[in-house]
């Protein structure tokens, strides 16, 4: 099969996770919406890219939802996990629920070898990504703009790095950590930023930090 850009494999990301979230194939109006385009050619034009390298059906009439991808692309290696490559889907946000069920914030994936995990080799259905911003944790090596391999999870043991939603529904990414008497808080790793201590601004654990990806320049 003929290889995607960026973007095709972006929007067929989207096909795929939205059919498998709801059972039914997105409609060209929500691919539109998705990709942030203002007119329904672009994503028409989008679709017929992926129709024309088998990476979607042609239907035999039109209808609303005929973003149907094709068995091939289902079984295509680049956008599934193997025992060597884990694909881990990236959010450009992190939603209100549950964040490996959050189809409309997906923005592309990584791939990933195995073998940096060593052992402990997460499920893919168990991890997400997010790219971090700002600089308040680099004295733990993390930089604006890397992106985050994320084990979804609601709890973490104390001294690890994970990322966690405060009550305004904002991502953070910072050291949870325990103290005798003020209890749970999330450190920075820089001196410039104060921890959130979760009596003072309440916060939940949506996932533990357990790799990192850096685009080199």
Same mark, same amino acid.
């Given at each position: 099969?003929?290889? $995607?850009?960026? +973007?095709?494999?972006?929007?067929?990301?989207?096909?795929?996770?939205? +059919?498998?979230?709801?059972? =039914?194939?997105? +409609? !060209? *109006?929500? $691919?539109?919406?998705?990709?942030?385009?203002?007119?329904?050619?672009?994503?028409?034009? $989008?679709? @017929?890219?992926? *129709? /024309?390298?088998?990476?979607?059906?042609?239907?035999?009439?039109?209808?609303? *939802?005929?973003?149907t991808v094709t068995r091939e692309a289902l079984r295509d290696p680049a956008l599934e996990s193997t025992p060597e490559t884990l694909v881990v889907p990236c959010l450009g946000a992190v939603p209100?629920? @549950?964040?490996?069920?959050? %189809?409309?914030?997906? =923005?592309?994936? !990584?791939?990933?070898? +195995?073998?940096?995990?060593?052992?402990?080799?997460?499920?893919?259905?168990?991890?997400?990504?997010?790219?971090?911003?700002?600089?308040?944790?680099?004295?733990?090596?993390? !930089?604006?703009?890397?992106?985050?391999? %994320?084990?979804?999870?609601?709890?973490?043991?104390?001294?690890?790095? =994970?990322?966690?939603?405060?009550?305004?529904?904002?991502?953070?990414?910072? /050291? !949870?950590? /325990?103290?005798?008497?003020?209890?749970?808080?999330?450190?920075?790793? @820089?001196?410039?930023?104060?921890?959130i201590y979760a009596g003072d601004k309440p916060f939940e654990v949506i996932g533990q930090v357990i790799a990192l990806q850096r685009q080199m320049m």
């Amino acid at each position: 099969m003929e290889k $995607l850009t960026a +973007t095709q494999s972006k929007a067929l990301t989207f096909i795929r996770a939205s +059919t498998h979230k709801h059972g =039914v194939p997105p +409609t !060209l *109006r929500e $691919l539109c919406e998705f990709m942030g385009y203002s007119a329904i050619g672009s994503a028409q034009d $989008l679709v @017929n890219a992926l *129709r /024309r390298k088998g990476y979607l059906e042609n239907p035999e009439k039109q209808v609303a *939802r005929s973003l149907t991808v094709t068995r091939e692309a289902l079984r295509d290696p680049a956008l599934e996990s193997t025992p060597e490559t884990l694909v881990v889907p990236c959010l450009g946000a992190v939603p209100a629920g @549950n964040p490996l069920e959050a %189809v409309e914030e997906r =923005v592309g994936t !990584l791939r990933m070898s +195995t073998s940096m995990f060593g052992k402990n080799i997460p499920s893919p259905r168990e991890v997400f990504a997010l790219r971090a911003s700002g600089n308040s944790m680099i004295e733990a090596g993390i !930089l604006d703009g890397d992106w985050l391999v %994320v084990r979804s999870c609601e709890s973490a043991p104390a001294g690890t790095i =994970v990322v966690a939603r405060t009550e305004s529904g904002d991502a953070t990414v910072k /050291r !949870l950590m /325990r103290d005798k008497s003020r209890g749970w808080f999330l450190k920075p790793e @820089n001196p410039g930023f104060k921890p959130i201590y979760a009596g003072d601004k309440p916060f939940e654990v949506i996932g533990q930090v357990i790799a990192l990806q850096r685009q080199m320049m």
